[in-house]
């Protein structure tokens, strides 16, 4: 309907939220401001095991894909590759609880960090978390909007982009800021999802990842923080999507394009996403341990994943990449 506008599952989806209680609070939330729908989407602390990457095989299979070790995390391999020495500053946006700005302090690549997010509450829980674990020296959170930062031209050595540039927009004048923050030579690394906006997903997606779906026994099709069955994945409808969080997957598809048109790409580490992604959605928490059933569960996921981007069906959703400015010695 009206280029899936509104569809009859964003009514099913309102109703499971009814259900569970959180009525209120949701229409709370959409009476408020487009930037405060996105603070209030994005201030929570917590590390609930409801989406892929809390899954510790697929977090070992992301290693696999990006590094070639099960144990070699990207960070370690894209700072031992292109990382080596000297005094490192970096700037990373959207940093929210600071868990990914460690794993980038604790390589040794970076003298200092300056890492932005706009959840005050995150960036107090980062705060405390670098003094805890003893790298307060090098990691420097706050609170700001990415969109009215004050940076010199050339200030960084190295922009650090997890998962934030699929929030922003307009994305081609957020790649023109990073890309004038950058020094001469930098580096930009991204990690993100890069696949449809607004998670518009294909139907040969949908298709493959249902099918996938009804393999997995129903006792581990039980939603998180509820008892209802997952039965099947469908394309959100963009209203819906904006009206829960206006920013997320904004411009997705356009990340790598825009990119390519400011910088040159070094390195892309394609690491699936297409079905996983969809598929363990609100169901991860079935699959943290390590037993047989388990086990033999994920293998027959990740196959499907893996023959599904190997008959070139579309690319992967998610990648690591490093890019330096385009006509600069790199």
């Not at 510790?56 to 070790?69: D, E, F, I, L, S």
């Not at 997010?117 to 960036?123: C, G, W, Y």
Request: hydrophobic content about 40%; proline content about 5%; overall charge negative.
């Amino acid at each position: 309907m009206w280029d899936n506008l509104v569809n009859i599952h964003d009514f099913g989806r309102l109703a499971e939220k009814v259900l569970q209680g959180q009525g209120r609070k949701l229409f709370g939330k959409l009476m408020r401001p487009e930037q405060q729908r996105v603070v209030e989407t994005w201030k929570h602390t917590d590390g609930a095991p409801r989406h892929w990457g809390s899954i510790p095989a697929v977090r070992r299979r992301w290693n696999r894909m990006v590094t070639g070790q099960d144990d070699r995390t990207p960070r370690t391999h894209i700072a031992e590759t292109f990382l080596g020495g000297g005094a490192t500053h970096a700037l990373s946006l959207g940093c929210g609880t600071g868990r990914n700005e460690m794993a980038w302090a604790e390589t040794g690549a970076f003298s200092r960090i300056d890492a932005v997010d706009l959840s005050e509450p995150r960036i107090g829980n980062a705060t405390q978390a670098a003094e805890e674990r003893g790298l307060a020296d090098i990691l420097h959170f706050e609170a700001a909007d990415i969109a009215k930062l004050a940076v010199e031209p050339g200030s960084y050595d190295v922009i650090v982009t997890e998962g934030i540039l699929h929030h922003l927009t307009p994305l081609r004048e957020h790649v023109e800021r990073i890309h004038s923050m950058l020094r001469p030579g930098g580096f930009l690394i991204l990690n993100d999802y890069v696949g449809p906006s607004r998670f518009q997903w294909t139907d040969a997606q949908l298709l493959a990842v249902n099918r996938l779906l009804a393999l997995i026994p129903e006792e581990r099709r039980r939603r998180w923080g509820s008892n209802l069955l997952k039965r099947r994945v469908h394309r959100p409808g963009r209203l819906s999507m904006y009206m829960h969080d206006p920013s997320e997957a904004v411009e997705s598809s356009n990340i790598l394009p825009e990119l390519d048109r400011r910088f040159e790409m070094l390195a892309v580490h394609p690491y699936g996403g297409s079905l996983l992604h969809l598929l363990f959605s609100d169901i991860a928490h079935h699959f943290l341990d390590n037993d047989d059933a388990t086990v033999d569960i994920l293998k027959l996921c990740f196959d499907a994943e893996d023959n599904f981007l190997e008959a070139g069906k579309q690319p992967s959703d998610f990648v690591y990449a490093v890019y330096c400015r385009k006509q600069q010695q790199c």
